[in-house]
Nanobody, 122 residues
Framework: QVQLVESGGGLVHTGGSLRLSCAAS????????MAWFRQAPGKGRFLVAW?????YYADSVRGRFTVSRDNAKDTLYLQMNNLKPEDTAVYYC??????????????????WGHGTQVTVSS
């Protein structure tokens, strides 16, 4: 019943910006933690940003990415600025019932979107 749909990916040059959106349905949005993961070809899936009791960012994106949410619209956002080629990946939205703890492992998230492609050219 829970559905997450990502949008906003695309192709940008180094230094450009994108804003990703994750539209959620089927869950009380404001009572659950939300997260953005990314996975590049041949690499693992890792947490880049988390929205719950606090906002968390991976070291590689801190200062460039900002996670936010609009609870009235059940939508999670990821504003990505000063993009680099290393940011190229499929970005996934995920949700966890544990709002008070930052979990970096994908196994702690019970619902996922299908992903949106972000490509940064040099």
């Amino acid at each position: 019943q829970v559905q997450l749909v990502e949008s906003g990916g695309g192709l940008v040059h180094t230094g450009g910006s994108l804003r990703l959106s994750c539209a959620a349905s089927g869950r009380s949005f404001d009572t659950y933690a939300m997260a953005w993961f990314r996975q590049a070809p041949g690499k693992g899936r890792f947490l880049v940003a988390w929205s719950g009791s606090i906002n968390y960012y991976a070291d590689s994106v801190r200062g460039r990415f900002t996670v936010s949410r609009d609870n009235a619209k059940d939508t999670l956002y990821l504003q990505m600025n000063n993009l680099k080629p290393e940011d190229t990946a499929v970005y996934y939205c995920a949700t966890s019932p544990i709002r008070g703890t930052v979990f970096t492992s994908p196994e702690h998230y019970d619902y996922w979107g299908h992903g949106t492609q972000v490509t940064v050219s040099s």
